[in-house]
Protein backbone atom coordinates (compact mmCIF):
# COMPACT_ATOMS: atom_id res chain seq x y z
CA UNK A 1 0.00 0.00 0.00
CA UNK A 2 1.03 3.37 -0.95
CA UNK A 3 1.72 5.62 2.25
CA UNK A 4 0.54 9.57 0.56
CA UNK A 5 1.78 12.46 2.04
CA UNK A 6 -1.06 13.57 5.43
CA UNK A 7 -0.30 17.59 4.25
CA UNK A 8 -3.37 17.72 1.82
CA UNK A 9 -5.54 15.59 4.01
CA UNK A 10 -4.75 18.33 7.18
CA UNK A 11 -5.61 20.98 5.01
CA UNK A 12 -8.81 20.18 3.59
CA UNK A 13 -9.70 18.93 7.12
CA UNK A 14 -8.66 21.87 8.75
CA UNK A 15 -10.67 24.15 6.27
CA UNK A 16 -13.62 21.93 6.71
CA UNK A 17 -13.66 23.08 10.05
CA UNK A 18 -13.04 26.42 9.50
CA UNK A 19 -16.08 26.57 7.42
CA UNK A 20 -18.10 24.64 9.69
CA UNK A 21 -17.01 26.90 12.47
CA UNK A 22 -17.76 30.13 10.45
CA UNK A 23 -21.63 28.82 9.15
CA UNK A 24 -21.92 27.85 13.49
CA UNK A 25 -20.79 31.63 14.79
CA UNK A 26 -22.13 33.37 11.53
CA UNK A 27 -25.18 31.67 10.25
CA UNK A 28 -26.64 34.56 8.55
CA UNK A 29 -23.37 35.54 6.23
CA UNK A 30 -23.03 31.83 5.27
CA UNK A 31 -26.02 32.31 3.32
CA UNK A 32 -24.45 34.35 0.49
CA UNK A 33 -20.64 32.59 0.89
CA UNK A 34 -22.58 29.13 -0.31
CA UNK A 35 -24.69 30.89 -2.59
CA UNK A 36 -28.38 30.59 -0.87
CA UNK A 37 -30.63 33.80 -0.02
CA UNK A 38 -31.43 34.70 3.46
CA UNK A 39 -33.78 32.25 5.24
CA UNK A 40 -35.58 33.43 8.05
CA UNK A 41 -36.95 31.16 10.82
CA UNK A 42 -40.15 30.36 9.24
CA UNK A 43 -41.98 29.92 12.84
CA UNK A 44 -41.71 30.92 16.18
CA UNK A 45 -40.73 29.46 18.85
CA UNK A 46 -43.70 30.11 20.92
CA UNK A 47 -47.41 30.90 19.27
CA UNK A 48 -47.45 34.35 20.48
CA UNK A 49 -43.67 35.14 20.34
CA UNK A 50 -42.53 36.79 16.58
CA UNK A 51 -38.61 35.59 15.65
CA UNK A 52 -36.12 37.97 17.10
CA UNK A 53 -34.57 40.40 13.94
CA UNK A 54 -32.15 38.73 12.22
CA UNK A 55 -32.84 35.22 13.17
CA UNK A 56 -31.81 32.64 11.08
CA UNK A 57 -32.77 29.11 9.74
CA UNK A 58 -31.49 26.08 12.34
CA UNK A 59 -30.67 24.55 8.98
CA UNK A 60 -27.72 26.91 8.57
CA UNK A 61 -26.43 25.49 12.02
CA UNK A 62 -26.76 21.91 10.40
CA UNK A 63 -24.78 23.12 7.50
CA UNK A 64 -22.20 24.11 9.98
CA UNK A 65 -22.14 20.64 11.97
CA UNK A 66 -22.24 19.11 8.65
CA UNK A 67 -18.52 20.65 7.46
CA UNK A 68 -17.42 20.48 11.06
CA UNK A 69 -17.59 16.39 11.14
CA UNK A 70 -16.15 16.43 7.46
CA UNK A 71 -13.14 18.21 8.85
CA UNK A 72 -12.97 16.18 11.81
CA UNK A 73 -13.29 12.81 9.81
CA UNK A 74 -10.71 13.88 7.39
CA UNK A 75 -8.11 14.78 10.15
CA UNK A 76 -9.03 11.73 12.32
CA UNK A 77 -8.33 9.06 9.55
CA UNK A 78 -5.22 10.80 8.47
CA UNK A 79 -4.06 10.81 12.01
CA UNK A 80 -4.79 7.05 11.80
CA UNK A 81 -3.37 6.12 8.79
CA UNK A 82 -6.68 4.55 7.50
CA UNK A 83 -5.53 5.81 3.76
CA UNK A 84 -8.55 3.49 1.71
CA UNK A 85 -11.49 4.73 4.26
CA UNK A 86 -9.78 8.59 3.25
CA UNK A 87 -9.75 7.92 -0.35
CA UNK A 88 -13.59 6.73 0.13
CA UNK A 89 -14.37 10.20 2.45
CA UNK A 90 -12.70 12.18 -0.47
CA UNK A 91 -15.33 10.36 -2.94
CA UNK A 92 -18.21 11.07 -0.34
CA UNK A 93 -17.25 14.89 0.14
CA UNK A 94 -17.13 15.07 -4.16
CA UNK A 95 -20.61 14.05 -3.85
CA UNK A 96 -21.54 16.75 -1.60
CA UNK A 97 -19.90 19.37 -3.19
CA UNK A 98 -21.67 17.83 -6.39
CA UNK A 99 -25.08 18.11 -4.65
CA UNK A 100 -24.60 21.49 -3.13
CA UNK A 101 -23.58 23.02 -6.50
CA UNK A 102 -27.17 21.97 -7.63
CA UNK A 103 -29.04 22.82 -5.21
CA UNK A 104 -27.29 26.16 -5.16
CA UNK A 105 -28.17 26.42 -8.83
CA UNK A 106 -31.38 25.81 -8.95
CA UNK A 107 -32.06 27.88 -5.44
CA UNK A 108 -29.83 30.68 -5.76
CA UNK A 109 -31.68 32.41 -7.52
CA UNK A 110 -29.82 34.77 -10.59
CA UNK A 111 -27.39 36.71 -7.84
CA UNK A 112 -26.14 33.99 -6.38
CA UNK A 113 -26.76 30.99 -8.86
CA UNK A 114 -22.76 31.28 -10.41
CA UNK A 115 -21.51 29.83 -6.71
CA UNK A 116 -22.80 26.45 -7.76
CA UNK A 117 -19.18 26.62 -9.65
CA UNK A 118 -17.66 27.15 -6.57
CA UNK A 119 -18.88 23.95 -5.26
CA UNK A 120 -18.44 21.81 -8.80
CA UNK A 121 -14.98 22.87 -8.59
CA UNK A 122 -14.75 21.56 -4.77
CA UNK A 123 -16.33 18.68 -6.85
CA UNK A 124 -13.69 17.95 -9.45
CA UNK A 125 -10.73 18.73 -6.34
CA UNK A 126 -12.24 16.47 -4.28
CA UNK A 127 -13.02 13.71 -6.92
CA UNK A 128 -10.03 14.10 -9.02
CA UNK A 129 -7.92 13.49 -5.13
CA UNK A 130 -9.97 10.48 -4.56
CA UNK A 131 -9.20 9.06 -8.00
CA UNK A 132 -5.78 9.63 -7.94
CA UNK A 133 -5.26 7.83 -4.51
CA UNK A 134 -7.73 5.05 -5.59
CA UNK A 135 -5.07 4.94 -8.28
CA UNK A 136 -1.94 3.73 -5.96
CA UNK A 137 -4.01 1.33 -3.43
Not at 96 to 109: F, K, P, R, S
Request: aromatic fraction near 12%.
Amino acid sequence: MTTFSPILAYVLGTLCLALGINAISRPASEYPRFGLPFESTAVPTHANDTPPPGAVSPLMYLKGIRETSYGLALIALQYQGQETALTTLAAILALAALADGLLVWTHGGDTLKMKAFGHWLAFVGFAGWSWWRSSYT
